[in-house]
Nanobody, 119 residues
């Protein structure tokens, strides 16, 4: 059974950066699309072929990437804004070459990590 654990959240000032990690165990991520969600909203997702898409609100600021050797997916968040505050979850769906920004598509979820942007 695939298990996901997020880390890297915290409190940063507006304009700062954070890198979230989503580490998998119980299975390799090679055949899974991975998405990052801020509570109910899709933020970014990455396919098994490393293509990605992101919500308009984070385009140019957030970058999703995956390292299959480490069985980990990352979300690099730059130029953070107060409205980026929330609990960030990663999720996985067994799917090749496509990913979704809709939470209903995903079957495996982590427990979330809190991100707070405040001065």
């Amino acid at each position: 059974q695939l298990q996901l654990v997020e880390s890297g959240g915290g409190l940063v000032q507006p304009g700062g950066s954070l890198r979230l990690s989503c580490a998998a165990s119980g299975s390799t991520l090679d055949n899974f699309a991975i998405g990052w969600f801020r509570q109910g909203e899709g933020v970014s997702c990455v396919t098994t072929s490393h293509t990605s898409k992101s919500a308009d609100s984070v385009l140019g600021r957030f970058t999703i990437s995956r390292d299959n050797a480490k069985n980990t997916v990352y979300l690099q968040m730059n130029s953070l804004k107060p409205e980026d505050t929330g609990v960030y979850y990663c999720a996985a769906k067994r799917e090749l070459d496509y990913c979704y920004l809709s939470r209903s598509e995903y079957h495996f979820w982590g427990q979330g990590t809190q991100v707070t942007i405040s001065s």
